[in-house]
């Protein structure tokens, strides 16, 4: 993978026991951090279970078996900051762990920080608290009870809450039409017996990706391989591929109502592009200058001129090869913002295409993409989804191959993208 924007580098280290570890060298920060990820299918089975099991294993471990005692080792660590969770990546459901602290040429000299944090990550995922073979029922319980909260609780930010439907209701019967947190339905069956059979096949059995990010030595990595090594494995899981569908049959119209005044109106795309083809980065432009930034056709025509959406964008689902139009709009102007729309996507059909609008999609995603940088999640993110995609291409790389593409890629990208889906969150009357 090459150079990300001459400032960090990332190459594999080593790979054994379904473990692959990569090091991101940079001397940009003055943390580190080392970040451990664990990679699933996707699956009505698993999703409830891979969602609640980092909940209850940052609750405690050996060694420190309370919240507390983990927030006051992390403290003594410089205030080191420990975070976990779920993501979905296509079909992939990924369960990440995380440890950002002060990198050791900034501590005392005897601070050994690198491997403190180090055994600390490594004992929240691996020696959990465990009573009679099962993890710690006051954990699971309370834990369960915030992911209860937490997946009700989706509808609160209706603009999220309605990109994720229509995507969902596009993918119905996909594994991408399951959310990253699973349903209420499935953790109801879930207990702290069988959250740990299902951990021992997590920890054994799951492709592990570990990325150590910042300015380490030979023997602070040796360190992290060791520690690594000695994690009990099985046979490791081989994980599917996402499947990039093509749309099938009619479009679907999906009208949901709720308790709102403001309408939101999705349109969801099939583009027939996977995300390792060249032509990706055609989409990518096609995207910007659709729905991408200020600059974009249905900013200006949807929002600006006709004067009916209260927001307006088009993002691309890199993984799924699916695009989804967003807007808030008064819920009387569905029609008419639908057609509005449709003009956009034709326009660009069309061929008709300024050079203002090109030239300012070119410019906003090199911004964007150069903007990963300021991150160490970010830049871990990306070269984590690189990975998974199986493209070598850094960021430099994108941005030479972005600018590369022409009016006339783009015009041919909008002759791929099938429209299947319109989901409308409205109003109860």
């Not at 990706?280 to 995207?287: E, G, S, T």
């Amino acid at each position: 993978m090459s150079t990300l924007l001459s400032e960090s580098h990332v190459s594999q280290i080593a790979a054994f026991n379904g473990i692959k570890v990569f090091h991101i060298k940079s001397q940009k920060f003055k943390t580190n951090s080392i970040n451990i990820f664990f990679h699933d299918d996707l699956s009505k089975e698993r999703a409830t279970k891979n969602a609640l099991l980092p909940a209850v294993l940052r609750r405690g471990c050996e060694g420190y078996p309370t919240i507390r005692d983990i927030s006051l080792k992390l403290e003594e660590l410089y205030g080191a900051v420990f975070d976990c969770g779920v993501t979905k990546k296509g079909e992939s459901q990924i369960i990440q762990f995380y440890l950002e602290y002060v990198s050791d040429k900034y501590a005392k000299s005897d601070a050994n920080l690198t491997q403190k944090t180090f055994d600390l990550l490594l004992s929240i995922i691996t020696k959990p608290i465990v009573e009679n073979n099962a993890f710690k029922a006051e954990y699971v319980e309370q834990e369960s009870k915030n992911l209860k909260e937490m997946i009700e609780g989706r509808v609160n930010d209706k603009v999220q809450y309605a990109v994720e439907k229509c995507l969902e209701e596009m993918c119905k019967n996909e594994p991408f039409g399951i959310y990253d947190y699973g349903s209420v339905e499935d953790l109801a069956k879930i207990n702290a017996q069988n959250l740990y059979e299902h951990y021992k096949y997590f920890l054994e059995t799951l492709p592990m990706y570990v990325f150590i990010f910042g300015d380490l030595d030979d023997g602070q990595i040796k360190y992290i391989i060791d520690g690594l090594s000695g994690i009990k494995r099985g046979n490791i899981k081989v994980v599917g591929k996402t499947g990039i569908e093509s749309k099938a049959g009619d479009v679907k119209d999906i009208t949901e109502r709720m308790n709102v005044t403001q309408g939101k109106l999705c349109l969801g795309f099939r583009t027939n592009i996977s995300p390792d083809s060249n032509d990706y980065y055609k989409l990518m432009v096609y995207n910007s200058i659709l729905g991408g930034g200020l600059h974009s056709k249905l900013f200006q025509n949807v929002r600006e001129k006709a004067g009916l959406a209260y927001y307006v964008f088009s993002r691309l689902e890199k993984f799924k090869g699916l695009m989804v139009i967003s807007s808030g709009i008064e819920i009387g102007n569905r029609d008419k913002a639908m057609e509005i729309i449709k003009n956009q996507l034709e326009d660009i059909k069309n061929g008709n295409i300024s050079d203002y609008e090109y030239e300012a999609s070119i410019k906003s995603m090199e911004t964007g993409i150069k903007s990963l940088k300021d991150s160490q999640l970010q830049v871990v993110d990306f070269y984590l989804s690189q990975h998974i995609i199986g493209t070598d291409d850094g960021p430099n790389d994108m941005i030479e191959k972005i600018k590369q593409v022409t009016k006339k890629d783009v015009v041919d990208i909008a002759g791929k993208i099938q429209l299947d889906t319109v989901y409308f969150l409205t109003s109860l009357e």
